[in-house]
């Protein structure tokens, strides 16, 4: 009964730092969906947070098109949050501070990212093999100014959990938040998370701790705070095939439907990006749509062929439109 009372609702406000999130209820970055008008709409329905993808700390020095995409933001998103992923405390820091973050209000740590191209790198997942080197890029980035949040795995493998020390390490290191993604480096995306270890870092430290991995419904959120004790969720994948879910979720009431939300975000990706990325991303956000459609094979062949703006908005009319 005891227990029960300690777990959080689904839901509420919750402060970072010195920033009120409106609800506990996040959505996680995402290399190659969360861009700015994808983030637009999950705070819409009632994410408390979204995230840029990941953004190299050592890349912002360079003036390319990719970064500033992935940078893009305006008056419209309201909190701004981006994730950045390097090795380097100096370059965090130069990143940090620079014109390039000034309209972000919270800078992510990517410390969990198990690919191996970034881990043999000394990026991502292979910081919670090196927690002094952790230590110092979060002192890095906190030395901005700004609310500094970590997004971390529990450890490289079973026989190498760190999620005690490391959670440890990020309160002392002046972390606002951290987010732990329930699974070793390991696992990589699959497997049931292993909710002990999430549990493990909300009882070690103060700074809120949000849970993260495998939620794809209310009962499993549920689930995952209950276990957890977790001050709040963040979802990923599920969160981007059906952002409806944040309002399930949050219990925020919306008219929205796949098919209005599809259409405000061909507007808006339009405005902001250019037609070879808004067909790309527009196809991927339908398609992650569609999944759980039956008999959509043929109508998938007709979105994907399609070459223009105008002919994308009348395939997603026929497809959710009916
Ligand atoms: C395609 C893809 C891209 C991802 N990109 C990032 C990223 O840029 N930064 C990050 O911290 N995690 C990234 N992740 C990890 C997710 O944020 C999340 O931690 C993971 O998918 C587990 O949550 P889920 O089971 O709810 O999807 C990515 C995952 C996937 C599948």
Known sequence: ??????????????????IRFETNVLMAPLAGYTCFPFRLMARKLGAGSAYTEMVSADGLKYNDRATARLLFTDEREKLKCVQLLGSQPTVFERAARSDRLAAFDIIDINMGCPVPNVVKAGEGSALLEDIPRASK????????????????????????????????????SGADMMTVHGRTRDMM????????????????????VFANGSI????????????????????????????????????????????????????????????LYVL???????????????????????????GNVSELSKVIKNIFDR
């Open 1 to 18: 009964m005891e227990q029960e009372s300690k777990i959080k609702k689904l839901g509420t406000p919750i402060t970072v730092g010195n």
């Open 280 to 306: 790309t991303y527009i196809k991927k956000l339908c398609s992650y749509f569609m999944k759980k459609l039956p008999g959509t094979k043929s109508l998938k062949m007709d979105l994907y062929r399609c």
């Open 137 to 172: 890029i979060i002192e890095a980035c906190k030395r901005s100014g700004k609310v500094v949040s970590v997004k971390c795995r529990i450890g490289m493998n079973r026989s190498k959990i760190v999620i005690e020390e490391f959670a440890k390490m990020c309160e002392d």
């Open 189 to 208: 995306y699959d497997g049931e998370p292993l909710y002990e270890y999430i549990k493990l870092a909300k009882d070690t430290v103060s700074i809120p």
């Open 216 to 275: 794809d419904s209310l009962s499993k959120a549920e689930e995952m705070m209950a276990k957890t004790g977790a001050d709040g969720v963040m979802l990923a994948r599920y969160g981007f095939e059906n952002p409806l879910v944040f309002s399930e979720l949050t219990g925020r009431k919306t008219s929205e439907t796949k098919y209005s939300l599809l259409t405000e975000q061909l507007e808006v990706a339009s405005e902001c990006f250019d037609e």
